[in-house]
């Protein structure tokens, strides 16, 4: 018997999804930072074995009061998840503070899939915090199961993969067995890069970035060309990100080639070039440009 389904992993931002996605996939696919609404697109991770496949879908952490199309665009995106999900994993840390009146439980009271509750971050609270955040979860949402987990030291993995596994319907592949994601390099180079500028940069900057690989040229066997084009939303960020005489892209250029290097396993020669379009995130024609809209 084969069983394959979407499991589909959604939640506030900063919860730990992409972490969790990733130490299920036991490989990094999504980027992982210390800032919310890191993750901007739904992205596939697909989890192959003789007997199964599972495709988790990592998503970007719900928006209650979006300011931008962009973050609306992330919304609609999140919330998708309830439309082909076969197990819903509604992942959230001991911190978040839901009521059970959030919009998320409108579509969770609709459901036609069983919901795990699995709370991240368990390394960072003691048993009797951990213990009182169930018993708050008891009262206001009942998930067909329950889980404490820490995806950073991936505690309490081996039981939710059990439960995936035992709830997942039977079924052919979807995808192709050696198949890891929907994604291709190019989007994976163009995350990286968005990485870094969510590590080196503060504030509203990384927020108003946005990445594109325009050119990924393998044709000499031991180096990788890549140029990619960083959009800012505004011409001051434009200084910012290029630093006194160069000193901040230099940087980035660094630190992004050494990731891109690991990640795809060869020499990188890296191009980076800013470029200025007022106000991208509320421009449909820019959103469409960069995935965000079909
Ligand atoms: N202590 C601890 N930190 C964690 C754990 N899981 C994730 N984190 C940290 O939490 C932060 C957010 O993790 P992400 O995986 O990017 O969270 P996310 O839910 O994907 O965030 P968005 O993409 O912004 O919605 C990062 O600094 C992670 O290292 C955990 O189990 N324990
Ligand atoms: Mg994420």
Redesign the pocket.
Known sequence: MHKSGYVNIV????????????ALMGDRL???????????HRILGILNEENYQIIFS????VIDDPSYSMQEAMNRMAFSVFEDADILIL?T?PYDKYSGEERIFHYLKKRDFPVFLVI?????VSEERMESVLEHWNNIFKADKVFT?????K?GLEDLIKAITDHLPEGPAYYPKDQLSDRNYRFFVSEIIREKILQQFKQEVPYSCEVVVDEYDENEEKITRIHASIYVDRKSQKSILIGKGGSAIKKLGIASRESIEAFIDNKVFLELQVKVKDNWRDDDRMLKHFGYKH
């Open positions: 939640g506030y931002p900063n919860v730990g999804k992409s972490t969790l996605m990733n999504s980027i992982i930072t210390s800032k919310p609404q890191t993750t901007r990592d998503t970007p952490g992942l840390d991240n971050k368990m390394d960072l987990i820490s995806a950073q030291d505690m």
